[in-house]
């Protein structure tokens, strides 16, 4: 589990639908025609990541300001 | 001659007199031109347009001079309250010499004032500079003929300026070892430099004199200062426009060290104030259309788009990140234009072009992460992509500055680059306006 998914405290530990514990797993995202990969804290049963807020306000906020126009 | 059912209404200049006139952008069959009668010098022609591309398409999203703008414009030039852009970014003059003495082009005519001294330009470095914000572009004639330079720079960032650029010709860069270094010391953020082609022969030809490993000098030693190098070109007609291709691949070839091509065709104001020929005038579909042939796949169709932040005639920009290899990884991959035209399109566009043409910090250059990657697979690892898009960003960009041959005021009133002049701002193409020797 990446250092950004398990920082905040109230990170979720388990699933909130299926109760068991989160793995690390890879997870996908797509902006602006371009799909990229990372790490994240996932549910091996119905595959639901959690997307931390770190990782959103982060590194992902910064793929967008990459690729967004002037 | 009926100027068809297409055509547009702005307003444009008599290249002779320089008198505002009404004008029309009219549809001629293979070409749009800009079309306009002085009742003392006649009536004016020049091609904007060569269908290379969809004329609509490129200019629809262009901020109109409905109401005819100013009056007084250009003659009165300042900005005034119809003009639309904010500053993106401020040029200063800080010579008027230059230790080239022979270009064909150049936007400076022959000096008319005395050299501005230190205290001059510390007293407007302090009316220009808005602490965080500005972007300045130091120019000349070449700057880098002044030896206080470095300290203009380090005042300029003192100020607070949030880049600072130096459009040069890379004669001092390249033959004292360790001027790159001073000037980034003091904060210098980018180099613009003049760079026309990959052979001494278009050289000699627009600059009277072989350049060629001078310039690979100056970008080396930029390089070594982690000062990022953008090459600008000058395209002139049957001198380097078959060269745009191999330009490109220069560039790449040399990044991380550069950082972009910025292309400008030939325009005639400054040294060159003379009328043309309609076949001498690059326009700016016919460049993006060379660009897509002589680059192949490395520049997909489409990946160029328009400026928003300026007038969609008046530039067009892609990122990409360079690969190993030479590859160029496009950003622009989604049909959608995602800039806009909002208030804040001079800001936006500030940052854009700050963040591509900087290289970035010395630490992140020391990291293990610097490589280029090895292919566009490895850019879908999120880590991966965020250290290729800032160690290896890569900006195909290009600019057409207008002349007094084809000065469209609506193009005028959308242009974000203002040269400080007097104490004022002033669009780029209106400070440097010439009337054409007929």
Known sequence: MREDAGAKTNAPSRCMRCGVK????????????????????????????????????GRMREVETSLEDK | MTAGENAERTFSVCPVCLKRLPALRADRGDAVTLERTCRE???????????????????????????????DCPSACGLCASHIRDTCCVLLEVTHKCDLGSCRFCFAGAPRESEPTRGQISAWLRMIVRSGETFLQ??????????????????????????????????????????????????LSFVFLQFDGVNDDIYRHLRGREMLELKERAI???????????????????????????????????SPAVRGVHFQPAC?????????????????????????????????????????????????????VALEGGALYSLNRDERRNGDCRADASARSREFIGRRW?????????????????????????????????????????MAFQDAGNLDLERLASCSLHVFRDGAMVPFCARYLTPLAT
């Open chain 2, 268 to 320: 005639y104001l400054g040294r060159t104030p003379r009328d043309i020929s309609d076949y001498d005038r690059i326009t700016i579909d016919e460049l993006l259309e060379e660009l897509y042939r002589q680059c192949g796949s490395a520049v997909p169709r489409g990946s160029l788009r328009p400026s928003s932040c300026d007038h969609p005639l008046c530039g067009f920009h892609a990122g990409f």
């Open chain 2, 220 to 254: 080396q030693s930029c390089g070594r200062a982690g000062i990022g190098v953008t090459l600008v070109p000058t395209v002139v007609r049957g001198v380097n426009d078959g060269m745009l291709g191999d330009i490109v691949r220069f560039g790449v070839a040399r």
């Open chain 2, 138 to 187: 130091l120019s000349g004639g070449e700057p880098t003929t002044r030896d206080d330079l470095p300290e203009i720079v380090a005042e300029a960032r003192r100020l607070g300026c949030k880049y600072i650029q130096l459009n040069s010709n890379g004669i001092r860069l390249a033959e004292e070892p360790d001027y790159a270094q001073a000037l980034a010391a003091r904060g």
């Open chain 1, 22 to 57: 989160l793995e690390p797993m890879r997870i996908q995202f797509g902006y602006l025609g371009h799909t990229f990969h990372t790490e994240a804290p996932g549910c091996p049963v119905c595959g639901q990541a959690y997307v931390s807020e770190e990782l959103a306000t």
């Open chain 2, 41 to 71: 010098h006649g009536f004016f022609s020049a091609p904007i347009w060569r269908k290379r591309l969809d004329f609509k398409e490129w200019t629809e999203d262009a901020a109109r001079l409905t109401d005819g703008g100013n009056p």
């Open chain 2, 358 to 398: 900087s290289r970035p910090s010395a630490a992140c250059r020391a990291s293990p992460n610097h490589a280029a990657a090895k292919d566009a697979g490895e850019l879908t690892d999120l880590d991966s992509f965020l250290a290729g898009s800032k160690n290896h960003s890569f900006t195909i960009s290009g």
